[in-house]
């Protein structure tokens, strides 16, 4: 994980380009926190769904892997050393839901004879076909496995930002955390104007038709975690952004805590400090553009961009939180004491 310093941002799309839900843009206060440089990896799901299988705290099949329900506290006394009793509470009861659409052809996660796994040279790729729920039992099992808090009730799926263990970030720790310290710029990186195009190339992040080494003109797909470091093809410098996170733009869209709200930006609550967003609304925002946004161009008269306007900090998605996908993904962060 690396740190991120926290200040006041503005959020939103600053050069009236974007869609009407990243407007009106507002300033925001976000208190430093800490945040996977990269995104998780099917290797690293595999190691927490593996914890958690033999915790007793998961149920999974051939098919499908969800959390238990109402798993006893017996299976649970290896975690408790040093965290609390009330910190894992969270990681024994609840409303089963699925975790990793395994039997999904696209899944490069696999269970077989009690074992999780990944499909030969997938392991260093996007864990992806995970869903919202699925994202967050990594982040307590994780903190389970580092003996944290754990910050997910699973009876209700709530998140106590206050407790010290992983979580996903919110959707406005996101966004100040893509933008790198940079001030209204369209990508991590420098770029400015309307046309965002002009910003985006293949040695920069990954999208439909990028020309990384990964991708096929019959597959197109995810790179790498990491995979943007200097040694990428095409040829290209470090693309870490100014706090060392990779992949912010592009690759595989990511899992934010919040729900979506397609007005939210006009509401008084949005400006608040730490915002966790609305209190309601429908989906869970992903953001970030994946491998499958679009070329970096979309001549259509009228259309939307590709890439280019995808791959944007500001850009807002949204996704059915049981829906896990073969362009979705996610990063955890951490309070920062």
């Keep these: 994980m690396v740190p991120v310093p926290g200040g006041r ?5 600053s050069h009236g380009v974007g869609w009407p839900d990243e407007r ?14 990269c995104e998780i990896s099917n290797a690293e799901m595999c190691r927490a769904l593996q914890w958690a299988l033999e915790a007793g705290l998961v149920v999974a099949g051939a098919g499908s892997v969800s959390n238990a329900v109402g798993a006893g506290q017996a299976s649970h006394q290896s975690m408790q050393h040093g965290a609390g009793q009330a910190s894992h509470q969270s990681l024994q009861h609840g409303a089963g839901q699925e975790l990793v659409d395994l039997d999904d052809w696209n899944c490069e996660i696999v269970f077989a004879d009690g074992r999780f796994a990944t499909l030969p040279g997938r392991e260093k790729f996007p864990c992806i076909e995970v869903t919202w729920h699925g994202a967050l039992a990594y982040a307590n099992f994780r903190s389970g496995m580092e003996e944290l808090e754990t910050c997910v009730e699973f009876l209700d799926w709530s998140c106590d930002f206050a407790r010290n263990g992983y979580r996903l970030p919110t959707e406005a720790e996101w966004e100040f ?10 990508f991590p990186w420098f770029g400015f104007g309307t046309n965002v195009a002009e910003a985006l190339t293949g040695d920069r992040a990954n999208y439909w038709g990028s020309g990384d080494a990964f991708e096929t003109e019959a597959n197109m797909q995810a790179t790498p975690v990491g995979y943007y470091n200097g040694a990428q093809q095409p040829a290209g410098s470090n693309m870490a952004n100014g706090y060392g996170l990779y992949d912010m733009a592009g690759n595989v869209y990511e899992w934010c805590w919040d729900f979506y709200d397609e007005v939210w930006y006009a509401r008084t609550e949005a400006g608040a400090r730490d915002t966790t967003g609305p209190a309601m609304g429908y989906g869970r925002v992903v953001r970030g553009g994946s491998w499958l946004s679009g070329s970096r161009e979309d001549a259509r008269p009228g259309a939307a961009q590709g890439a280019a306007y995808y791959l944007r900090c500001a850009n807002r998605g ?3 939180p049981g829906n896990g996908r073969h362009n979705r993904g996610f990063r955890c962060v951490r309070r920062l004491d």
């Design 318 to 320: 949204v996704a059915e």
């Design 24 to 37: 009106p843009v507002h300033a925001v206060e976000i208190a430093p926190f800490l945040m996977d440089s």
């Design 177 to 186: 955390a893509a933008r790198g310290g940079l001030v209204g710029q369209h």
């Design 9 to 13: 941002f503005h959020m939103g799309d």
